[in-house]
């Protein structure tokens, strides 16, 4: 585990796509069209790049960070969420994998014919990749304050 410090270090690193699509909103609303387009086209790679680094390593940053007061109650809340990502990821890529296989064998999925299943399975295989460790941290976290509430009463 890493020390609790390394929790701030996590969400800078998380930050910075959202601080680059914030740039690129900014000049969005001070340059011209032309140059505008002219920018997304040529740096577009730089803030998809930062997004499918930067949020799955601060997001293990954050995951892999203790708390400031680490005991067994909270590895405890830690082993749920473990088992709680790993039954919805499970259970996600069975429901893509039923679905696509379905599409495919019975002949609904032609890429020939434009369709664009893959594309939208290849995105979202995108997207669970990137915010697993985010989504692991906030359940974490809903877990550790529902606790933590419990045992004030």
């Not at 664009?116 to 359940?139: A, E, K, N, S, W």
């Amino acid at each position: 585990m890493l020390p609790h410090k390394c929790q701030t270090v996590g969400w800078i690193i998380i930050a910075i796509p959202f601080i680059l699509l914030g740039i690129l909103l900014l000049l969005q609303l001070l340059c011209a069209e032309s140059q505008f387009t002219h920018l997304v086209e040529r740096y577009s790679w730089i803030l998809i790049s930062s997004l499918y680094l930067c949020v799955p390593i601060g997001g293990a940053i954050l995951c892999f960070s203790k708390e400031k007061e680490e005991d067994e109650m909270i590895m405890s809340i830690r082993l749920k969420t473990i088992g709680i990502m790993a039954i919805a990821e499970l259970l996600i890529c069975v429901v893509l994998f039923c679905y696509w296989g379905l599409n495919t064998t019975f002949g609904f999925y032609n890429p020939a014919a434009g369709s664009t299943d893959y594309i939208f399975f290849r995105y979202l295989g995108h997207f669970i990749f990137c915010f697993q460790f985010p989504v692991y941290f906030l359940i974490f976290k809903l877990l550790l304050y529902i606790n933590r509430k419990r045992n004030e009463e």
